[in-house]
């Protein structure tokens, strides 16, 4: 599996990867002000990819992350019926888009973008 995208921090990481942690908590730690964010769950439900960009970045990321996943970790499966479900079940991406702000006026005059040069 990849290294975890520079943008995330530990916590992120670790509450992303922490076993029952539902989507809407994972997206409430990891949709950013600016960049899209990304997590991948495998057929057993666990996450196995995480990350920030581009749109097209998290997309093709999510792909190659989940692909290398599979070939480490899925044949290392124990019991039949989590075989049979992880080579035969979905695997499901879920991607959140940045998260604007609400005012974006007032973020707009916080960040001094309206100084006089």
Partial sequence: MNEPCPHLTDSEAELAFRKG????????????????????????GRVCALGRGTRADCMQNALVDAD??????????????DEIRAFNGPWRIALWPPRFDADPRFWAASSNIFDEC
């Fill in 21 to 44: 942690t539902t989507d809407e908590e994972i997206e409430v730690a990891l949709r950013h002000l600016f960049l899209w964010s990304y997590i991948v769950r495998d057929p057993l």
């Fill in 68 to 81: 290398e996943y599979a070939t480490e970790s899925l044949s290392q499966l124990e019991e039949e019926a």
